[in-house]
């Protein structure tokens, strides 16, 4: 199975700590996302950097690709309570299939 | 607003009575997409249309079939729901395949 692992599986901070989380997978890949999702809702996307790049940054989220490692970080600064919800990564291989690959996700509680 | 609109938000259906999940979109994607998503898991991809073109994954039960009568609409029927039928089902869409989706907010299936 192409499916990440995503590292660690629960982690919990304090407001205004950073979180990071780890993404591994195991296949060539297009591109990798992360994605956002709130407990009983659908999922967000949150940032896509493909396999070219390095290191892409939106707002307080910081994602970097090592494709020799086949392995993926999302660094959140300054975390805040709304920023709880699970996190899961998602790699498009390059097999031109129009599908990605979700990881099994990071649940992030930031704690008030 | 484009979005990804699911319908019902909550369904409760009996052992074995079939179901109907609907998903429209207004961002006229190419690509639409249901996926499977037990509690604490990762979303399983049931299957997904490029524009009229269907694709099953292998694993997806024969139980399961979808219907995409235009770019807009795309069903998730459920002929004979078991009680392992329970779950949440996302619809997404994609302008092209492995590019960002987006999610609707999921439609909570409970099976009695």
């Known amino acids: 199975s192409q499916q990440g692992e995503e590292d660690p599986q629960a982690l919990s901070i304090q407001e205004g700590e950073n979180a990071t989380m780890n993404c591994s997978y195991k296949?060539?890949?297009?591109?990798l996302q992360w994605y956002r999702q709130n407990s009983g809702r659908g999922l967000v996307h949150l940032i896509l950097i493909r396999s070219n790049e390095r290191e892409k940054h939106s707002g307080r989220l910081r994602v970097t690709l090592d494709t020799s490692k086949k392995s993926s970080s999302l660094l959140i600064t300054a975390s805040r309570a709304a920023d709880t919800a699970s996190y899961f990564c998602?790699?498009?291989?390059?097999?031109?299939?129009?599908?990605?690959?979700f990881g099994t996700g990071t649940r992030l509680t930031i704690i008030p | 607003d484009a979005m990804v609109i699911q319908n019902p938000r909550y369904q409760v259906t009996q052992f074995g009575k079939p179901v109907t999940l609907s998903c429209s979109q207004t961002?006229?994607?190419?690509?639409m997409y249901w996926y499977q998503q037990k509690s604490s898991q990762a979303p399983k991809l049931l299957f997904h249309?490029?524009?009229?073109?269907?694709?099953n994954e292998a694993d997806t039960p024969d139980n399961f079939q979808s219907r995409r009568p235009n770019t807009s609409f795309c069903f998730l029927d459920i002929r004979s729901p078991g009680l392992g039928d329970a779950a949440m089902y996302l619809c997404?869409?994609?302008?092209?395949?492995?590019?960002?989706?987006?999610f609707g907010p999921g439609t909570r299936l409970t099976v009695l």
């Open positions: 249309y490029y524009d009229k073109d269907f694709n």
């Open positions: 998602a790699t498009e291989g390059n097999f031109g299939n129009e599908k990605l690959t």
């Open positions: 997404a869409t994609s302008s092209h395949g492995g590019e960002s989706q987006y």
């Open positions: 296949t060539s890949i297009n591109n």
């Open positions: 961002l006229n994607h190419n690509v």
